[in-house]
């Protein structure tokens, strides 16, 4: 019985340790005719009381997956790659047009409206997260 505590007090505090997040609203917008690349959004919800840090994403229907950020640079429009995108504890950060985004080179296939995008995150401590992005029309400007 004695032990029986002993691995119940482990496993609980094991727990502790992983981070809690949700990934909501995941979508990719549907290339433009002739180009080749498109940007993805979702919502990240961190639980947990630590902080979470989104390092690299993939998906094995484009070429390569990279975390960008918008930023204006002398009154210019700018795209950024970056190494991270940091969720604190018990926040949420957007990816939106705009801001933070996903950007997908290369698509091995037609991307059609509605279809599921198979994508998986990939945070700082190992964690790994599976999303299914809805393919979704750029609005008109
Ligand atoms: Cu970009």
Do not use: C
């Not at 949700?22 to 993805?40: C, K, M």
């Amino acid at each position: 019985m004695r032990r029986f505590i002993f691995i119940t007090a482990f496993v609980a505090s094991f727990q502790s340790m992983a981070t809690d997040i949700e990934i909501i609203n995941a979508t990719v917008r549907q290339p433009l005719p002739e180009r080749t690349v498109s940007a993805g959004y979702f919502s990240i919800i961190n639980t947990s009381s630590q902080a979470a840090n989104l390092v690299a994403a993939s998906s094995p229907w484009f070429e390569k997956v990279e975390l960008h950020q918008h930023s204006y640079v002398d009154g210019m429009m700018r795209m950024e790659h970056v190494d991270g995108i940091v969720v604190a504890p018990n926040q949420t950060v957007h990816l939106q047009p705009g801001g933070l985004h996903l950007m997908l080179f290369t698509p091995k296939q037609p991307l059609q409206l509605d279809q599921r995008v198979p994508i998986e995150l990939v945070f700082e401590n190992g964690q790994k997260i599976s999303v299914a992005a809805v393919v979704t029309k750029i609005p008109k400007q």
